[in-house]
C-alpha cells in the first residue's frame, strides 16, 4: 500500500512538470508573459514605424519630382534632335518618371503585382504585431490601444515599402534606358548624369533607411523575452511567418535550438536527401552527377542572363562617378559633436586655465567637417599651494577639417574669445574684451572604441602676437566624441 502510495504521488509530479512546461509561463503575480507586456515596447515600434514610413515617403517623392524634371530636359532635346527617339522613350503610353511620380502621389500601385524581397526583421515583427492582435483579449487594457496604433503603423508601413520597393526597380530600369538610347544622340549630357547620380543616391539611401530601422531597441528585446517564453507566439510564429512559410516546419517537429522562424533542421534535410536517393534505384551516383550538372547550367544561363541586363557588369552607370556616401545618411548621422579640453600654463597676466569647449561638426561630405563651438577659460591659480577657481573667459568658434590622407586632417578656423576674468556677465557686452583668432594646423582623428571617437589638434594662433596682452601662438587641443 505504501509504495502504490509512493508510485502515484511521482506520477502526479510527472504530470504537474509536463503540464508546467506546456503551458504559458506565469508570473509570481499570477499573470501570463502576455498580459505584462510593456506599453513602451508598442510605442516604440509605432514610432519606427511612423519615422521609416515618412523618410520613404518623402525621400522617393523628391527623387521622382527631381528625376521628372530632368527627363523633361531630355524629352524636349530629343524631340529637336531625334524625334523618333523621343517617341520610343515617351510615347505609345510608355511609363515615364513623371507619370510614375503622378501615380505615387495618388497612392496607386507604380508596378502592378510586385513581390517585395524579404526582410527577416519586418517579418517577425509583423507577425509578432499580428500575434497581439488576436490575443488582444489577453492583453493589459493600457497596450490594447497602442497594439491597435501599431497594427495600423505597421499595414501601411508595408503597404509603403511595396510601393516602394518596385518605385525602385522602375528607377533602374527608366534610367537603363535613357542611358541606352538617349546617349546616343545627346552623349554624356549634364542631365543624363544627374539622373545616374540621383538613382544611385536614392538606392542607398533606403538601404540606410532600411538598417536604422532593422536595429531593435531594448524594449524590443525585453518584449521578445517576454513573448517567447510563451508556446502559442513560438507555434504562431512557426505558423504565419514568411520565413516558415517558405522552408516549412512540420507539425510536431521541434526545433533544437529553441528559436523562432527556423530553417528545416538537418537531420530533416538529411531524411529526405537519403529518401531521394533510395528512390533513384541502384545507382543513386549518376543521379546526383545529372542533377549537378543541371544546376551548373542552369546557374551559368542565370549568370549570362545578369550580364545582359547589367550591360556585361557596368549595370549602365555613367562613368566617372565617385559618389558621397554623406548624402545617403540622415541628418543625425552627418553630424558629429565632440568635447575637448586644452590646458594653458599661467603667466604674469593670467592664472592657469582649463578651456573646456563643446562643438558640432557636419559632415558635407566624406572629406570635410564644418562646424560651430563654445568655449569656456576656467582659472585654477597660480600653483598646486594656491588653487583657486575663477571664471577665466568664454569663446566662440568656427572650424573646418579637411580630410589629407587615413585620420589626419587639414584643420582652420576663426574664434572670438573673450579673456578678462568674468565677474558679471554684462561685461560680455563691452566687444573691446573680445579677440580674435586666426588657426591653421593638423588634427589627427582616432577611434577611443567602438563607439568613440577622439581627436588630436596642434593650431598655430596668426593673430597671437597682435594681442594685448599676447598669449601663447600653438595651441593644443584633445576632444573626445559624444
Request: charged share 25%.
Amino acid at each position: 500500500m505504501y509504495l502504490r502510495s509512493i508510485t502515484m504521488l511521482m506520477l502526479l509530479c510527472c504530470c504537474a512538470v509536463v503540464t508546467a512546461q506546456q503551458t504559458d509561463t506565469v508570473r509570481r503575480d499570477g499573470t501570463t508573459a502576455i498580459a505584462a507586456l510593456p506599453e513602451k515596447y508598442l510605442t516604440t515600434i509605432s514610432s519606427k514605424a511612423e519615422l521609416y514610413y515618412s523618410r520613404l515617403t518623402d525621400k522617393t517623392e523628391k527623387t521622382l519630382e527631381k528625376l521628372a524634371r530632368w527627363e523633361g530636359k531630355i524629352k524636349s532635346i530629343l524631340e529637336k534632335t531625334s524625334p523618333e527617339t523621343a517617341q520610343r522613350l515617351f510615347g505609345n503610353g510608355q511609363l515615364t518618371f513623371a507619370s510614375v511620380l503622378q501615380k505615387y502621389r495618388e497612392g496607386k500601385a507604380t508596378v502592378s503585382n510586385y513581390k517585395r524581397t524579404f526582410d527577416e526583421y519586418n517579418d517577425r515583427l509583423s507577425t509578432t504585431i499580428k500575434f497581439l492582435d488576436e490575443k488582444r483579449s489577453e492583453l493589459n487594457e493600457k497596450v490594447v490601444k497602442p497594439a491597435q496604433i501599431a497594427k495600423e503603423k505597421m499595414r501601411k508601413l508595408n503597404a509603403q515599402l511595396d510601393n516602394t520597393e518596385a518605385v525602385q526597380e522602375f528607377i533602374k530600369e527608366r534610367k537603363k534606358q535613357l542611358i541606352q538610347y538617349a546617349m546616343q544622340h545627346l552623349g554624356k549630357t549634364k542631365y543624363l548624369q544627374k539622373i545616374n547620380k540621383e538613382s544611385y543616391y536614392y538606392v542607398q539611401t533606403l538601404v540606410n533607411y532600411k538598417e536604422l530601422f532593422d536595429k531593435p531597441g531594448k524594449a524590443e528585446e525585453l518584449a521578445m523575452q517576454l513573448l517567447r517564453k510563451l508556446n502559442a507566439f513560438n507555434k504562431f510564429m512557426q505558423e504565419n511567418s514568411t520565413l516558415s512559410s517558405l522552408f516549412g516546419s512540420p507539425a510536431g517537429t521541434a526545433n533544437p535550438n529553441g528559436t523562432v522562424g527556423l530553417l528545416q533542421s538537418r537531420a530533416m534535410v538529411n531524411a529526405t536527401v537519403q529518401s531521394r536517393i533510395r528512390a533513384a534505384g541502384a545507382n543513386p551516383q549518376q543521379l546526383i552527377q545529372q542533377a549537378f550538372q543541371q544546376a551548373q547550367a542552369e546557374v551559368n544561363k542565370l549568370k549570362q542572363k545578369a550580364l545582359q541586363w547589367n550591360n556585361n557588369g557596368k549595370d549602365f552607370e555613367l562613368p566617372n562617378f565617385k559618389p558621397n556616401t554623406q548624402k545617403t545618411k540622415t541628418l543625425k548621422q552627418r553630424l558629429e559633436f565632440m568635447a575637448g579640453i586644452q590646458t594653458v600654463r599661467h603667466n604674469r597676466y593670467f592664472p592657469a586655465n582649463a578651456d573646456m569647449s563643446f562643438s558640432a561638426g557636419y559632415k558635407p561630405s566624406d572629406k570635410m567637417i564644418i562646424g560651430l563651438g563654445v568655449s569656456y577659460k576656467v582659472g585654477l591659480g597660480n600653483s598646486i599651494s594656491q588653487i583657486k577657481i575663477s571664471h577665466q573667459g568664454v569663446g566662440l568658434r568656427s572650424f573646418i577639417d579637411w580630410k589629407i590622407k587615413g585620420g589626419f586632417y587639414l584643420s582652420g578656423g576663426y574664434e572670438q574669445n573673450y579673456f578678462s576674468e568674468i565677474r558679471r556677465i554684462q561685461q560680455l557686452q563691452d566687444l573691446s574684451g573680445w579677440k580674435g583668432s586666426a588657426l591653421a594646423g593638423l588634427s589627427k582623428k582616432y577611434n577611443m572604441g567602438k563607439k568613440r571617437k577622439g581627436e588630436m589638434k596642434i593650431l598655430y594662433d596668426f593673430f597671437s602676437q597682435t594681442k594685448s596682452p599676447r598669449t601663447s601662438p600653438i595651441l593644443f587641443r584633445i576632444g573626445i566624441g559624444l
